[in-house]
């Protein structure tokens, strides 16, 4: 019980220490966090997220007319099997 205790109040140190050292230690003339923003602040990057945006509706869009299907295709396979009239 108390190892469990100690065990997470050292990983919270460790995850604030991280959070620190990505906003707080400059590499090079930026932290960490200025680097992130600023490669993810280009035209290439709004670009590429906008697609990947367009491709993850297409995506949903895709799989919804699927689950469609296959629900109907299901439907249809059940009441074929009840209208059947039984065995011979």
């Known amino acids: 019980m108390l190892g469990d ?3 997470r109040v050292v990983n919270g140190l460790v995850l604030l220490l991280a959070a620190l050292t990505f ?3 400059p590499i090079g003339r930026k932290t960490m966090a200025q680097h992130v923003v600023a490669i993810f602040s280009t035209a290439p990057a709004h670009e590429a997220a906008v697609d990947v945006a367009v491709a993850a509706r297409r ?4 799989a919804g ?10 439907a249809k396979g059940k009441s074929d099997e009840s209208g059947g009239g039984g065995a011979p």
Not at 65 to 74: F, P
């Open 5 to 7: 205790f100690v065990k």
């Open 23 to 25: 906003f707080l230690v």
């Open 59 to 62: 995506a949903f869009q895709r």
């Open 65 to 74: 007319t699927a689950v469609a299907e296959l629900r109907e295709a299901h």
